[in-house]
């Protein structure tokens, strides 16, 4: 147990220097050239806002519960549970679809301004 404090503050230590070291760049750095040839650059990207559930988990969840009882009502014996089955997995994967293209549809877009370091 003494051995993995040393490791724990080690790792940490590690982790803080890396997360220093990570540059982000912002709109006054536009145009900043470096040593080896590099510049930042920004640009105007569309980005979509304000999705709840931007992991789709409720269209995924919908679709399989309605996939799985569709898919319950074929077949019999363990024909019918594998039609449930399938019913579910394409049940969520069209519940997914349906909701993603929604959120597209209806979700608001904004204009941000991103800088990246580019190289040549």
């Not at 510049?39 to 979509?48: A, G, P």
């Amino acid at each position: 147990m003494k051995m993995s404090i040393p490791l724990l503050c080690a790792g940490a230590l590690l982790a803080a220097s890396s997360a220093a070291s990570a540059q982000s760049y912002g709109p006054r750095d536009e145009g900043r050239r470096f040593d080896d040839g590099s510049r930042v650059v920004c640009r105007n990207v569309e980005v979509q806002r304000n999705s709840k559930d931007s992991n789709r988990i409720a269209g995924t969840a919908t679709g399989a519960v309605v996939g799985g009882l569709l898919g319950n009502q074929v077949g019999g014996g363990n024909g019918k549970k594998l039609a449930t089955v399938a019913g579910a997995v394409a049940g969520g994967a069209a519940g997914r679809n349906i909701q993603g293209r929604h959120q597209q549809k209806t979700g608001d877009r904004v204009v941000e301004r991103r800088c990246e370091r580019e190289y040549r």
